[in-house]
């Protein structure tokens, strides 16, 4: 059961939560000497640390830290340089087309980030003359998509300022080091652990203190098999401590065989509440010693995804040209091409011919084709998609036509457009329709198969034409 913090403006802390003087020059002093000898050599560390135009080292940060939200450092390095090639200024960005940034951006989901970068730089330009603002406060305030922890790591990183971040990787370090055992995701929380990191930052190295702390969640204090051993801030750890002598009581206790000894041996354990009433304490019945520092950080129970349904088709041309429409501007995937969807329940497979006949119906009076071309469609395969708060299921049809001519789309959609495959893969699409295509791609290459397969088959092994009997005995001439 994990302790939920009441929501209050000021809840009960007890001392083990908190750091002592001593403890933050410490724990300064350990991550620092550790980050300078481990650092991962990033991109956009680089500009930070050796561009001498504040504008080029916030606009570097900038491009990073909101590529870097929901996706892997791995994952971003290649969009980020490719990013940076192309528009190496917040001026060349500005005049980009929204199109365009989707076309870079595509494949890296969230495409709502890309949409802020391109408005925020559009507003650094035409509202505060090509300047960025140089204080945390001012930056959440005047980029679209900068909240208090992306202002925060652009502040410290790219300007030098004295603010602490709080992202997952440091909520995962202080939980563990200060044994927070409160619902992480609460606010009391979550406000407790940006004080921590206010005070804990480095005054002198507040970019590298900051990025320190997320490079160690990252690669060490990680959700699951930690590297304990190897963590500088091991000594200081509330977590590792307390398993730590967790485990040398169990060794003791193994070869006591006093009971009284037992007692004694067991009652050296820490105790996991610091003070009765606090409610950042993790409760001793909650404790697994089987996890050990994984008892930290604690969650609430997650809410589960929701299931969604729905019919994509691919209406597909004798040239190659198959039909994209234009998402809404606003909303999941805006703007992004996408094969035309058609909403489906959650029904299940007894439903199927219900959902064809939903689907001709569909394409007839929203995409006026006839209902020769309707009846064509037949189902491909079906491809999940995971977003963050959706398992989507996408049923993929295929509809064969000559031409398109004569075909439309809901007035939903933006526009609509024939595309080749390499138009496709060219253009800003989601990798979610990427699967779709490559599952037709798929499906036609079976078919493809079986075709070749059937025509040699109707072949004799040996080709070659088969000799007569006669061919065997010598031929004699007559004449003789």
Request: net charge positive.
């Amino acid at each position: 059961m994990v302790r939920s913090a009441k929501s209050s403006a000021s809840p009960i802390v007890g001392p083990l939560h908190h750091f002592t003087a001593n403890e933050l020059t410490r724990v300064q002093e350990r991550l620092l000497a550790w980050y300078d000898g481990n650092k991962r050599v990033l991109p956009w560390r680089t500009i930070a640390a050796t561009e001498p135009d504040r504008n080029k080292r916030v606009y570097a940060v900038w491009v990073s830290e909101i590529m870097l939200q929901q996706t892997q450092v791995s994952t971003v390095v290649s969009y980020f340089e490719q990013w940076m090639a192309k528009w190496p200024t917040v001026g060349d960005l500005a005049q980009a087309t929204l199109e365009e940034v989707n076309q870079v951006w595509a494949g890296l989901g969230y495409y709502s980030r890309a949409r802020r970068l391109h408005e925020g730089a559009k507003k650094i330009v035409e509202e505060l003359n090509g300047e960025f603002p140089d204080e945390r406060d001012s930056l959440v305030a005047q980029l679209p998509g900068v909240g208090r922890y992306s202002g925060s790591a652009i502040a410290s990183i790219a300007l030098g300022k004295r603010v602490g971040v709080v992202d997952g990787n440091v909520s995962r370090v202080l939980a563990r080091i200060r044994g927070v055992g409160a619902d992480i995701s609460a606010q009391s929380t979550s406000e407790h652990f940006w004080d921590l990191a206010n005070q804990l930052v480095d005054p002198d190295r507040p970019g590298d203190f900051n990025q320190a702390m997320m490079e160690l969640g990252a690669t060490v204090c990680t959700p699951k098999t930690p590297s304990c051993e190897s963590c500088p801030l091991r000594n200081n750890c509330v977590a590792w401590n307390r398993s730590a002598e967790q485990r040398q009581t169990s060794i003791s206790s193994h070869f006591k065989s006093n009971k009284k000894s037992d007692e004694r041996e067991a009652s050296n354990i820490p105790d996991i509440e610091c003070l009765p009433t606090c409610e950042f304490c993790l409760r001793k019945e909650d404790w697994d010693e089987s996890q050990g520092v994984m008892n930290y950080p604690r969650k609430a129970q997650k809410t589960q995804s929701r299931e969604e349904m729905s019919a994509v088709v691919i209406m597909k041309c004798e040239n190659g040209k198959m039909l994209l429409v234009q998402r809404p501007k606003t909303g999941l995937l805006a703007n992004l091409w996408e094969f035309p969807s058609i909403a489906l329940g959650t029904g299940k497979e007894d439903k199927q011919e219900q959902e064809m006949r939903d689907v001709r119906r569909e394409l007839e009076g929203k995409y006026c084709l006839t209902p020769t071309q309707a009846a064509s469609a037949r189902h491909i395969s079906d491809v999940v998609h995971i977003f963050s708060h959706i398992r989507q299921t996408y049923r993929v049809y295929k509809v064969s036509l000559d031409v398109g001519e004569g075909i439309t789309w809901p007035e939903h959609y933006q526009g609509g457009h024939w595309m080749d495959k390499t138009e496709f893969l060219a253009s800003a699409t989601s990798t979610a329709m990427k699967k779709v295509l490559k599952a037709v791609d798929d499906s036609e290459q079976k078919v493809k198969g079986k075709k070749n397969k059937g025509a040699f088959g109707d072949q004799p092994a040996d080709t070659k034409k088969q000799k007569t009997i006669s061919h065997f005995f010598t031929k004699i001439n007559k004449s003789r």
